[in-house]
């Protein structure tokens, strides 16, 4: 396969027998055009990853990191080596699937800052639509020509986006009957 | 059921029309690809009943919501609404060291679980790099099998029973409760076995789980003639199936559909036999293939991969019985826990078991999408790790979930009694569409 020749194209990348190519966010509709007219009829999955905070996590173990030892995080343990800095916060990943003998699969690997619209692709490939609501709902990623980009697994007036890493986990406020 | 208010406030109607259908001929809907509107001139009859399905319904398979636009009793609007049972998996797994993430996964696709805890397992392995001994591979295969033959019963004893065949959901059970019985002979639980370990098994495959495997074997060719016999030349089954709930081929890649859904679909394709995973290479199976799409075609599919499993499984029983002592998980003191009996003796292994216990090993810095054949379709899971003991990220690709992207396509058209067919022969489980 001839990534280089993808709208976009940035690096290719080949680690654990998985070929990740890195596109342009600007250009991501283009290639995936490319994409599925090369063959890569089928679409996978849409994932959006949070980077906020990543390599910088605190230790409580013998090994030291950016920021040094944190006593509230006791049971884990630092890293080795401190893992390789991102471009951007999210990283935005489609997995495809070229039905074919044998199959090829890839991964188009675009970076978003907080708050960056990406195209939506959902004029290539229908399934995009759920997958995209997801990545929307729970990342806050805004897809740009989605049709109908509303909250897909949340209620409707939720607040916030869950998986985001800076989204607190302590539970939700409980709001009391006679407070309403 | 109930019937919803009388005014249908549907704003979204309004929107401009940004996705061309991909093709000609396609069934897929114009405007959103999973919303099916109702047309304008419909709608100024002002004859249109907005019905409200679910979500509480014994034959949504948990918690699903149809918004159905009725002119008379056909199905001319529809849209999903789903999130009911949305747990946010993905997030707590962020929370729990790698080897503790292993029993989420399974609850995820409840149903299916055996290969949910594989795909997550072989995602670990993979950035591991650690290999397995051919005998917990073999079982592997063996068990996922098991698993597949369960969730079809499953299937099709719950679908018929939605099309009112209440005998056929008696006889799926009782097969389904063999397979349960040789689950917990393995792993000591019926269902959510947590019985596959980064590196191989948890525990030796124990005596006696070979002879009992083989009445399987033998039942299973048997059970289902009687299953055949009960509804393939029963007219009031065949009535209801044929021909409803149609998917094209195109329209089946293009909304991504994976698994029996794809296949009824006329496309001939298996990841257990074009990709090729576990033991999968060295067994012989063959993928049944329908062309129609219809409810019938996707139930056809069903029946036939449970002789076709029954098959695989027979093929790794073969291939066990001459394991008996081999290593069932790779020996790797960094990841794979300590043999028990060591503990006592060996104050390497007691360090080894306490860490691996307390902080969990760490799995190299890397992403990496491991894909299975689940019983429901391409199962996916797309792990990143930053190099600590916990996932960064986790994700799953539910096939479920995609299927019932494709139920505003396969309900063009049809009756509100047909829905419950439809709905049903998409074999989905809630628990993986909302994760």
Request: charged share 25%; net charge negative; proline share 6%.
């Amino acid at each position: 396969m001839s990534w280089e020749s993808y709208p976009g194209y940035v690096a290719a990348n080949e680690a654990f027998g998985e070929t990740t190519v890195t596109i342009e966010t600007a250009q991501i509709r283009e290639a995936c055009e490319h994409a599925r007219a090369e063959g890569f009829t089928f679409l996978a999955d849409i994932v959006a990853t949070d980077y906020l905070g990543w390599g910088g996590k605190g230790v409580s173990g013998y090994i030291g990191t950016a920021t040094g030892r944190d006593l509230n995080h006791p049971s884990t343990q630092g890293y080795q080596a401190l893992p390789q800095l991102k471009p951007k916060r999210f990283s935005l990943s489609y997995h495809l699937l070229a039905m074919a003998q044998p199959p090829v699969r890839v991964r188009l690997q675009c970076w978003l800052d907080e708050d960056q619209p990406v195209a939506s692709v959902v004029s290539v490939w229908p399934t995009a639509d759920w997958h995209e609501r997801e990545q929307f709902d729970l990342m806050g990623i805004r897809f740009e020509g989605h049709p109908n980009l509303e909250r897909l697994l949340m209620p409707e007036d939720w607040e916030g986006h869950p998986l985001r890493k800076d989204y607190p986990i302590g539970g939700e406020p409980v709001r009391f009957s006679d407070a309403e | 059921m109930t019937v919803a208010p009388e005014k249908p406030a549907r704003s979204m109607r309004d929107w401009p029309v940004v996705f061309p259908p991909p093709y000609a001929g396609s069934r897929i809907p114009s405007r959103v690809p999973t919303i099916l509107d109702v047309p304008a001139e419909l709608l100024a009859t002002d004859d249109i009943l907005q019905v409200n399905f679910g979500p509480n319904h014994p034959s949504t398979h948990g918690v699903l919501r149809l918004i159905v636009d009725l002119d008379g009793e056909q199905v001319v609007g529809l849209n999903a609404v789903i999130g009911y049972l949305h747990t946010g998996f993905e997030k707590t797994m962020e929370h729990k060291t790698w080897w503790k993430c292993i029993t989420y996964p399974e609850r995820i696709d409840y149903v299916g679980y055996q290969n949910a805890e594989l795909v997550f397992v072989l995602a670990v392995e993979k950035l591991l790099e650690l290999e397995v001994p051919e005998k917990a591979t073999w079982m592997r295969t063996l068990l996922c099998e098991l698993n597949r033959i369960h969730s079809h019963l499953v299937f099709l004893g719950t679908s018929a029973l939605e099309l009112g065949a209440i005998s056929m959901f008696w006889y799926c059970f009782r097969e389904r409760e063999m397979i349960l019985d040789l689950y917990e002979m393995v792993a000591g639980a019926r269902m959510h076995t947590r019985y596959f370990q980064a590196g191989g098994l948890a525990e030796d495959i124990p005596r006696g789980f070979y002879p009992e495997c083989r009445k399987l074997v033998e039942r299973m060719p048997k059970a289902v003639d009687e299953y055949e016999a009960l509804v393939n030349r029963n007219k009031i089954w065949l009535e209801r199936t044929q021909g409803i709930g149609l998917l094209s081929a195109d329209d089946a890649i293009a909304l991504g559909q994976s698994g029996p859904v794809l296949r009824a679909s006329g496309v001939d394709w298996d990841l257990r036999r074009d990709q090729g995973y576990l033991a999968y290479d060295e067994v012989e199976f063959d993928v049944p293939v329908y062309a129609e799409g219809d409810v019938y075609a996707r139930y056809r599919v069903h029946m036939e991969e449970m002789r076709e499993s029954t098959r695989i499984v027979a093929q790794c029983l073969d291939r066990l019985e001459q394991m008996d002592g081999e290593p069932w998980i790779a020996d790797d003191r960094k990841v794979v826990l300590p043999p028990r009996e060591e503990l006592h003796t060996s104050m390497e292994s007691l360090i080894h078991h306490f860490k691996i216990v307390t902080e969990g090993y760490r799995v190299p810095e890397g992403e990496v999408y491991s894909v299975v054949e689940s019983p429901r379709g391409e199962l996916g899971c797309y792990v990143v790790s930053d190099g600590g003991p916990k996932p960064w990220r986790v994700k799953f690709r539910a096939p479920s979930f995609v299927a019932l992207e494709a139920t505003a396509t396969c309900l063009r058209e049809s009756l509100i009694a047909d829905m419950i067919a439809i709905v049903g022969s998409l074999d989905t489980v809630m628990g993986e569409v909302d994760r």
